[in-house]
C-alpha cells in the first residue's frame, strides 16, 4: 500500500467489485478474500510524529514508491528504550544505522517491492505535465480555470486523479456537473446548476470541442458508446471536498484524455476559501492552512505588515500542487513542481 486511502483505492475496489475490464478476467477469484492485493507498508509507523504533509509524502512516492519515513525521530525515541521490536539493544545511547538494524531485524515482514531489485529509479513515477489556464471571466462574479492533462499534441489520458489545489479549499461538497462547460472567454457563464458563490467541477472530452472538426451527432456517439463515464473518485456525489479534486473513469479500458473546469468564486460562501479573498488570522487563512492549500512562508520572508502565509502562485492565482498525481495505467504521474494559473 501507498499508505493513504484515497481514489485509487476506491477506483480498484469498484473496478472488481463490478468487474469492470480489465478485471472482468474470469482468473480473478470472486472469493475476494482469496485474492492477493498490497503488501504492508510495515515503516508507516515512523512517520508518527514526523509533522509530515500529505503533499511532501505523495512527492515522495512520486520518486521511490518503496519510499520510508525519515527515521530522525524514530532514532530519538528509540535510543532511550531497550527493546527495539524485539530486538534486544542494550546501550540506551544507539544511534544512527544500528537503531536502523535493529529495527530492520525484528520486523515480521517486508514489502516486496523494498526487496525488489532496480533501486529508486525502477519504482519510480513518470512526472504529470498538467496546465492551469483562466479561461473566461465573469464580471463581479467570478471565473473559470481550465486544467489540461499533458501538452499538445501529447495529451495524458487520465484514468484516475487526485489534484491538490493550491490557493481554494472548500468545507462544502461540490459535486462534478454534467453540464457544458462555458464557451471559452465568455463574460455571463455562471454555473448553471448551482449559485455563484460556490466552487464548480465541470468536464469536457477533447473530441468534444467545436474546434475538433466532428459534427455533433458524431461527438455524441463516441462519448456515448466508445467513452468511458467520468465520475467522482470516491463519494460519488463529491467530485471536490477540501483542496483535493478526485475523478475516476470507468471502466478503465474506455478511458478518453478530457479537461476539467473549475469555477472560482470572487465572493465565496460560507465554507468556501478563496486565497486571494483571506486576511491574516482570518477563518479563511486557518482552514486553508489547515488543508495545505497555502504554504507557510519561510521565517524572514515576510515583513511587517505582509502575508505569513501563500498560495505559492501569484496574488489572485490559484493552481495545482507538487504531489498531485493520477493513474495512466503505465507507471502513474505525480506532479514534482506546484503548476499555477497561467492567463491567456
Not at 12 to 18: E, G, N, R, T, Y
Not at 97 to 113: C, D, H, N, S, Y
Request: charged fraction near 20%; hydrophobic fraction near 35%.
Amino acid at each position: 500500500g501507498d499508505g493513504a486511502v484515497n481514489a485509487y483505492d476506491i477506483a480498484a475496489l469498484l473496478w472488481v467489485q463490478f468487474a469492470q475490464p480489465p478485471y472482468d478476467s474470469p482468473l480473478i477469484s470472486r472469493a475476494f478474500w482469496e485474492v492477493d492485493t498490497v503488501h504492508g507498508r510495515d515503516d508507516t509507523r515512523l512517520r508518527c510524529g514526523a509533522n509530515e504533509n500529505k503533499i511532501s509524502w505523495q512527492r515522495a512516492l512520486g520518486d521511490d514508491y518503496c519510499a520510508k519515513p525519515s527515521l530522525q525521530s524514530e532514532e530519538r525515541r528509540l535510543s532511550q528504550e531497550t527493546w527495539i521490536l524485539g530486538t534486544e539493544v542494550q546501550s540506551t545511547e544507539v544511534q544512527g544505522t544500528e537503531i536502523q538494524e535493529a529495527a530492520a531485524g525484528g520486523a515480521q515482514t517486508r514489502r516486496r517491492g523494498q526487496e525488489a531489485e532496480g533501486g529508486a529509479g525502477a519504482s519510480s513515477m513518470d512526472t504529470m505535465t498538467v496546465s492551469v489556464t483562466e479561461w473566461a471571466v465573469v464580471p463581479d462574479a467570478g471565473r473559470w480555470v481550465r486544467v489540461r492533462f499533458g501538452e499538445a499534441p501529447a495529451v495524458q489520458t487520465i484514468m484516475v486523479s487526485d489534484l491538490f489545489l493550491s490557493g481554494m479549499g472548500t468545507d462544502i461538497p461540490i459535486p462534478l456537473s454534467n453540464e457544458w462547460p462555458p464557451a471559452k472567454g465568455c463574460t455571463n457563464c455562471v454555473p448553471a446548476d448551482q449559485s455563484a458563490d460556490l466552487p464548480a467541477v465541470y468536464f469536457q472530452r477533447l473530441f468534444q470541442y467545436p474546434e475538433a472538426g466532428l459534427p455533433a451527432q458524431m461527438r455524441n456517439l463516441i462519448a456515448s458508446e466508445y467513452c468511458a463515464q467520468l465520475t467522482p473518485g470516491i463519494d460519488p456525489m463529491t467530485v471536490l471536498f477540501g483542496n483535493t479534486i478526485s475523478i475516476r473513469q470507468q471502466p478503465p479500458t474506455k478511458a478518453c484524455p478530457f479537461d476539467l473546469f473549475l469555477w472560482v468564486p470572487q465572493y465565496p460562501a460560507s465554507g468556501v476559501y478563496v486565497a486571494s479573498t483571506s486576511e491574516a488570522n482570518s477563518e479563511t487563512e486557518t482552514r486553508l492552512v489547515a488543508m495545505g492549500a497555502i504554504d507557510v512562508m519561510e521565517d524572514g520572508a515576510f515583513g511587517e505588515g505582509e502575508d505569513k502565509y501563500s498560495s505559492g502562485c501569484a496574488k489572485g492565482s490559484i493552481g495545482l500542487s507538487a504531489g498531485s498525481s493520477a493513474q495512466d495505467a503505465v507507471k502513474g504521474l505525480v506532479l514534482r513542481e506546484r503548476k499555477c494559473e497561467e492567463k491567456p
